[in-house]
Nanobody, 119 residues
Framework: QVQLVESGGGLARPGGSLRLSCAAS???????????MGWYRQTPGKQRDLVAT???????AYADSVKGRFTISRDSAKKTVYLQMSSLKPEDTAVYYC??????????WGQGTQVTVSS
């Protein structure tokens, strides 16, 4: 069973920065089974939207709304994926979820971490 635990959310001022982390664990967890790692976000009453993804071979993709401001990265040794968020805007306020998708198409989700951008 794959378990994902996010951390690093909180309150930031507009223009500020936050760094989210997502650590993976589980008895059978191996990065070799994971095809894509990513971050999604969701606000009340809306669907969960993709923010950024990184594939096993290192291909990265971003939502247009965060390009140039957010950076996704990973530390394979620590089984951790990061989301560095800079130049934050109030519209970035959301619950951010970590996602891993394995080569079988199975999705694993973290519990979510709240990010609030407000002056």
């Amino acid at each position: 069973q794959v378990q994902l635990v996010e951390s690093g959310g909180g309150l930031a001022r507009p223009g500020g920065s936050l760094r989210l982390s997502c650590a993976a664990s589980g008895g059978i967890y191996s990065l070799a089974i994971i095809n894509v790692m990513g971050w999604y976000r969701q606000t009340p009453g809306k669907q969960r939207d993709l923010v950024a993804t990184i594939t096993q071979d290192g291909t990265i993709a971003y939502a247009d709304s965060v390009k140039g401001r957010f950076t996704i990265s990973r530390d394979s040794a620590k089984k951790t994926v990061y989301l560095q968020m800079s130049s934050l805007k109030p519209e970035d306020t959301a619950v951010y979820y970590c996602n891993h998708r394995d080569f079988g198409g199975n999705d694993y989700w973290g519990q979510g971490t709240q990010v609030t951008v407000s002056s």
